[in-house]
Each structure stands twice: as C-alpha cells, then as structure tokens.
C-alpha cells in the first residue's frame, strides 16, 4: 500500500459516522475506527464500512498474554480489516502470538503496527511513574525495533519521529501517524504537530487525521486538502 491519508472516525455511533461519510459520494476514504465506536457498535460496524468500500484501520491497541491477544487477532482476521494495532510493551512474545493468530489459513493477514509509548506520555511519567529511564526517544526507538524484529509491520509515531524509525528500523517498516494539523489551524490537545505537506517530507507512510477533517466546516474539502499535500 502507498502513502495514504486515514480519517480518525472519533464517533460514538454509527448514525453520525453514516451521516459524515455520505458528504463523500462516491470517494472512499481509508477510516480508522477506535475504541470508541467499536465498543459501541461492536464487529457490524466494520462490516459495514468494508462493505461501503472502505478499507479500515481497527486501533484497538491489544496488550494482553500472548495467548490471549493471539486468539483475539484471530477473531479480527475474520472481520477483513486492513490494519490493526497492539502495545510493543506487551514484548516480543505477545507481538509474535499476535502475528499467528493474524495470520488466515491462505497465508494472507492484516498489517500489524504496534503503539510504542502513547504520546500522551511525557519523559517525566515514564521516568517517575514507569520507572523507565531511557530518554523518550531511545525507548520509541528501541520498543519499534523489538516490533520490528518479532514481525510486526511498522509503528504508530509522530510525524516528528517517522525520520528516527525509518533510520533504525529501515523504510520498509511503516510509520502510521496522527498529530496532524493544517498550519492555520490550532493545535487542540496535541503536542507535537506537523502538517500534511511536513508529515510527507519527515517519511510518514500513513497519517491518521481526526478533528482537522471530521470537526471542519467542509470536511471533503479538507480531507481533499489533506490528500493534496500528503499523497500527490
Ligand atoms: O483529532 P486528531 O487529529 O487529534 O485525532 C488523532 C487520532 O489519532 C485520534 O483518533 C487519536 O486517538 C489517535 N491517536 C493519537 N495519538 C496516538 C495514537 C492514536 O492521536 N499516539
């Protein structure tokens, strides 16, 4: 799959995500479905959109035992999704269980990208409430290494990280991220932004897009805005 722009679709149900994708006529833009929505609508929901066309990003970040994850990942293989995701910190032996239960009897499985410290998480939580002591940015790059060696397909990062990974992980390896924001837009809770047209020149294979598109005026202008910038 090349460069792509994947529209968050934080909705709680599945009324409001119709509603919005009906602007879009006949584009069929790649989605990534949530906690939020899964857990309110649960599988159908993805059905639904794979049926309307859409391929899907499933974030439900995993992090369980190995077998447990691997029988989950199973379930989610039947659902046809495109892309799902788990934590590194579950360690290599979860991230490998994982890949098997991925995996279809025909060979063929979903990407696997795998969530390395939440952005959410600053240096000093890691330090004083993880006990990690590493420098933020050693532990993104040593976590997306030990993804990358048992198998996993790429990360979900900054945009402002995508250059490190690709450096240490190769530019196989997939960066997916959000943090994306027009450059006459404001920031909301994320911190560190950049825009599509900057996302594209750092490396990023994919960005994931939520309030800048699903909360604007026009959202197909802006997914259109989005798309001009990162993929042509
Ligand atoms: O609205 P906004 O563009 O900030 O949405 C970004 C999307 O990406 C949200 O669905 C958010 O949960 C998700 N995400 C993120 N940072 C991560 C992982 C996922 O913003 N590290």
Redesign the pocket.
């Known amino acids: 799959m090349g460069k792509d722009v994947i529209i ?1 679709c ?1 909705f709680s149900g599945k009324q409001q995500v119709l509603e919005f994708l009906d602007k879009f006529g006949d584009i069929k833009p790649f989605l ?1 479905i ?1 906690m939020e929505l899964y857990y309110a609508e649960g599988p159908s929901i993805v059905k639904e959109l794979k049926e309307r066309g859409h391929k899907i990003f499933l ?1 439900l970040k995993l992090h369980d035992i190995p077998n447990t994850v691997k029988k989950t990942m199973s379930v989610l293989s039947h659902l046809d999704v495109d892309i799902c995701n788990l934590h590194a910190s579950g360690a290599s032996a979860m991230m490998k269980a994982a890949l098997e239960g991925l995996t279809r009897p025909d060979g063929t499985r979903p990407l696997l990208i795998a ?1 390395t410290q ?2 959410s998480t600053s240096e000093e939580v890691m330090k004083e409430e993880l006990l990690i002591n590493a420098p933020l940015d050693e532990v993104v790059a040593s976590y997306a290494l030990n993804a990358k060696n048992s198998g996993v397909d790429g990360v ?1 990062c900054s945009p402002l990280e995508a250059g490190k990974i690709h450096d240490v992980c190769g530019k196989e390896f997939l960066t997916v991220t ?3 924001r027009f450059d006459d837009a404001t920031k ?1 809770d ?1 911190s560190r932004i950049a825009t599509p047209a900057r996302a594209k020149e750092l490396g990023s294979d994919y960005i ?5 598109i699903n909360a604007a005026e026009d959202p197909v202008a802006a997914y259109k805005r989005c798309v001009a910038e990162f993929v042509d």
Do not use: E, I, W, Y
């Open positions: 968050a934080d990534k949530g974030d969530v939440l952005t979900v959000p943090g994306v909301g994320q994931v897009v939520g309030r800048p």
